[in-house]
């Protein structure tokens, strides 16, 4: 049994903020029943509510979908169900969302032009009048471990490891299908496969001969492509039966082949004192999806529950002497069989009334029992219980020793043994009804019986407190998996406090750096990403995230016009046009634009006319871009950090400039037009030659990063000259948005209300030092991948995002190849969330904002973190930021 221990002084789990529904004489938001909720792995939370009518006779089932970045931006879907909603689950990508109800129908959900605020359901399935009691999306094969004993390792490979596991369903090559399975109240199992075409195929089948009623069930993958199902009548009497479950595709027809596994009863059913006291099997649920060999199981009465966890085993058969005389083989290896054994079990509980499970896949191995006894644990080896006295407590999810406690407003907070028998007080209590973990553990969001969500912290490490460099390396840890698989990190910058930002921020770095090379370049973008979402949390930081912005922009737009070369013959097994362009610009150090562009093969450069004129705008804010920062070289270093500062000492993007200015000088003889345009004091002056001149002297001085040297004082000179030279332009940084994570460093709970924004204050330290950070109301706005300015009221729909605030048009107003090739690297991902391949998924989620002239909507962008497209802004950020209210809307996003 498991004795609860009720730590002191210890904050381990806090409340971080609560957002409610406007209170009316006759509410008509109300909780459902069931309630349900899901968190995906882009930090979106689905709940449900009913909706009553006017006359509250009819109810219509609501979702709704938020960004815990932004909660009250909160998106409603009328679901169009009829029944209640039973289940909802979200995909490995977290960008889909399957719904299930009362009455038999799936729709599953998908982003309308990735905008997270806006969903439609084109698909689904059906099991006519027979009501699904569990649901999952099959399993897409992918599933990476965390070695936490190897946290310390200099490689990420060490840390973090693909398991071999078998997708539920292959297609040819080996390719995952997607589909998912339910299981109705009736004992049927039902698999929906979503084909390449579009179309759905959908087979149903008993779980077995004898068809029984399931009142509970859960469903769980193994590495062998196979899954698990988990069924109770509710009865805590009867068994606990398990199914294996096999999925093909025969003939284009779904096949389904069913076989029984060993079940178990509850070991409170088993003991003659106790058989009757816990009649009703409440919870079942396998400890992880990638996981069917543990089970969580929860028996209550009216007042009380018991909970017990379970693991399957293989064991030898004891074989007769008499057996082993006839067949001597027999003896040597017995026959082995797979049985259920107890592992713990926490007796004498007040009432559950919801379970959060973990998702971080750590594995549990035969010390884990050891590591709850030494106190010493790790995210995502605690579950959570929510009961109905309001109190949560997060347990081992082997040993079920407690690890944290929190208690809701009415809940009581005992002091001693007697406190914990005192009889609670009358009245109906709130409570959570149900309950979802983050991907990291870190974080826990709760709906109550009045349909009010709570965001509660999880400590990095329970058990006991911890010094600085131990958060930070837990922290750390977890920064490194979400980089890894590209899930977002939002609850993680929960933990971050401001002082803990510049650590975070180098080590982070050096374990980058520590990675080979392939590594590296894939985690490039993001890495740098997430510096820019750390930054934000600090004062003293915040003036770097406008470089980390810049940078990533400049990423993408170097990878895009170097990407328009084309050699002159193809299938040439010589480097490629970008490359030699990098080769060449890195070994000619001479200052003279024209003798650089002598050594290139100029038949690689030529493009269409109108190609060129097309990508002018791109080109701009490269030519702005370098007389920036040349003219801001003799005042860095003077008054406060300004944006820009650490570009003037990083060597390789300023050789991306010096190469960009390059090529835009060879495309500026095909066609004039297309070339920077800058506002200068003299009609002879060659502004490009002047710029390209001075930032090869920048770039000669940090050009060895390892000996970097001061620029000399006639460099210095020359750039103070600039301003007398040339215009020098205003470049549009990213504001700093006064986001709820800010809000949330006080450690002070934050109540909010679905719908309406909390109180602006006095936003973020940072707008009160940096001009740069300031946007005016009525400001015009501009089009941060375009380049393109809007004005301060555009007829345009626009997207934004709600973490960097990036704002661009939702539909591109140029049809050009080269145009076209640029904007599609957004679809999906903003500057500030880019990924890279499908590893883990394909899609992923920020949020936008829609604005029209005299009508301000929000919408939601699907921002992937998993393709490769290597992109930002010298004006964006990954953090957890939203769009002001004054940028069109100013929606959360991600």
């Given amino acids: 049994s498991c004795d609860f221990q009720f730590l002191a002084n210890k904050i381990l789990m806090d409340l971080a903020y609560v957002c409610e529904w406007e209170k009316r004489p006759k509410s008509n938001h109300c909780p459902s029943i069931p309630l349900v909720c899901a968190w995906s792995c882009r930090n979106l939370i689905a709940f449900t509510t009913d909706l009553k009518n006017e006359e509250e006779k009819d109810l219509t089932h609501m979702i709704h979908i938020l960004d815990m970045e932004h909660p009250w931006d909160v998106c409603s879907i009328n679901s169009g169900h009829v029944e209640n909603i039973t289940c909802l689950e979200w995909d490995q990508s977290g960008s889909r969302l399957l719904s299930a109800d009362a009455d038999g129908h799936i729709k599953c959900w998908s982003m309308v032009e990735h905008l997270a ?36 390792a200099s490689n990420f490979g060490e840390k973090f490891s693909r398991v071999k596991f078998s997708p539920s369903l292959t297609l040819f090559g080996g390719k995952p299908m997607e589909g998912w ?117 929860c028996a209550s009465n009216q007042n009380n529950s018991n ?39 926490a007796n004498d509980l007040d009432r559950v009334s919801a379970v959060a499970l973990p998702k971080l896949p750590i594995s549990l191995t035969s010390t884990d029992l050891k590591v709850a006894n030494d106190t010493k644990f790790y995210p995502g080896l605690g579950l959570a219980l929510a009961f109905h ?22 809940s009581q907070r005992p002091a001693d043994e007697q406190a914990i028998k005192r009889q609670r007080t009358a009245g109906p209590l709130v409570h959570f009804k149900a309950m979802q973990m983050s991907w990291t553990s870190l974080a826990l969001v709760g709906v109550d019986s009045h349909g009010k969500l709570s965001m509660l912290r999880i400590s990095p490490s329970m058990g006991h407190i911890l010094d600085m460099n131990i958060s930070l390396r837990h922290l750390l840890f977890l920064l490194e998996y979400c980089m890894v698989t590209g899930y977002d990190w939002w609850d993680i910058l929960l ?97 003279d634009i024209d003798k650089v562009m002598i050594n290139l093969k100029t038949e690689e450069f030529v493009l269409e006319m109108t190609t060129l004129q097309s990508l002018q705008q791109l080109i701009q804010w490269v030519g702005d871009f370098v007389l920036y920062l040349l003219a801001s070289l003799p005042n860095q270093g003077s008054g406060p950090v300004r944006p820009g500062h650490s570009f003037l000492r990083d060597g390789s993007s300023l050789a991306m400039l010096r190469e960009l200015m390059v090529v835009i000088r060879i495309w500026g003889l095909l066609k004039p037009s297309c070339l920077p345009i800058y506002t200068a004091t003299s009609d002879t002056q060659d502004s490009m030659s002047l710029l390209f001149r001075l930032l090869t002297k920048l770039w000669l001085c940090c050009r060895d990063e390892s000996h970097p040297s001061e620029p000399d004082d006639a460099l210095i000179d020359e750039c103070c ?13 990213l504001p700093v948005n006064d986001a709820i994570i800010h809000k949330l460093q006080s450690k002070q709970p934050v109540r909010m209300q679905f719908g309406k924004p909390p109180g602006q204050g006095q936003g973020h330290p940072a707008s009160l030092q940096f001009d740069a950070f ?121």
């Fill in 307 to 345: 909970v017990e966890c379970w693991s399957l085993r293989k064991e030898g058969l004891p074989v007769n002497n008499i057996f082993q005389q006839i067949s001597p083989t027999v003896g040597d290896k017995p026959p082995m069989i797979l049985k259920w054994r107890i592992l713990s079990a």
């Fill in 774 to 894: 300031v946007r005016a109301p009525g400001q015009p706005k501009i089009d941060h991948l375009r380049r393109l300015h809007l004005g301060a009221y555009p007829t345009e729909e626009c997207k934004s995002c709600t973490r960097c605030g990036c704002v661009t048009m939702l539909h591109s107003p140029n049809k050009t190849t080269a145009v076209k090739q640029w904007e599609q690297r957004w679809i999906k991902n903003c500057l500030c969330d880019d990924g890279f391949g499908d590893a883990v998924a394909d899609e992923g989620p920020p949020r936008i904002s829609l604005g029209k002239r005299g009508e301000e909507k929000t919408r939601t962008s699907d921002i992937c973190h998993y393709s490769i497209s290597l992109g930002s802004a010298n004006f964006f950020s990954r953090g957890p930021v939203h769009c002001p209210s004054d940028l069109v809307g100013g929606r959360t996003i991600f």
């Fill in 721 to 733: 000259l600039l301003p007398s030279q040339l215009l020098i332009p205003n470049l549009d940084w």
């Fill in 495 to 591: 933990h971050v406090q401001p002082s803990m930002v510049q650590n975070l921020v180098e080590k982070l770095h050096e374990e980058y750096m520590r990675q080979n090379a392939a590594l590296q370049q894939v985690l490039s973008t993001r890495i740098i990403s997430m510096k820019a979402s750390l930054c934000k949390l600090s004062s003293t930081t915040v003036s770097r995230v406008c470089d980390y912005h810049a940078k990533l922009f400049l990423i993408a737009i170097s990878c895009t016009l170097k990407s328009l070369l084309r050699p002159p013959v193809l299938n040439t097994p010589d480097k490629s046009p970008g490359d030699r362009l990098t080769e060449i610009c890195s070994k000619i150090t001479d200052v």
């Fill in 389 to 410: 006295d309001g109190s949560v407590h997060i347990i081992h999810r082997v040993s079920l020793q407690t690890m944290a406690v929190f208690y809701g407003s009415t």
């Fill in 181 to 297: 399975i339910a299981v109705t109240i009736s004992g049927l199992v039902t698999v929906s496969l979503l084909k390449p075409n579009g179309q759905v195929l959908t087979s149903t089948e008993s779980l077995c001969r004898l068809r029984c009623r399931v009142a509970l069930a859960d469903i769980a993958f193994t590495g062998g492509g196979n899954i698990v199902v988990a069924t109770s009548d509710g009865s805590s009497a009867s068994p606990v039966q398990f199914y294996k479950v096999c999925v093909s595709v025969v003939n284009e027809k779904c096949k389904i082949d069913t076989e029984i596994l060993p079940s178990l009863f509850m070991r409170c059913t088993t003991d003659l004192a106790r058989k009757d006291k816990y009649p009703a099997i409440t919870h079942l649920k396998f400890l992880t999806r990638d996981m069917s060999e543990q089970m969580l199981l």
């Fill in 117 to 152: 605020n806006s969903w439609e359901s084109a698909v689904g399935s059906v099991v006519e009048g027979d009501p699904i009691v569990a649901l999952s999306w099959l399993h897409n094969g992918v599933k990476l471990a965390l070695h936490v004993e190897k946290s310390g």
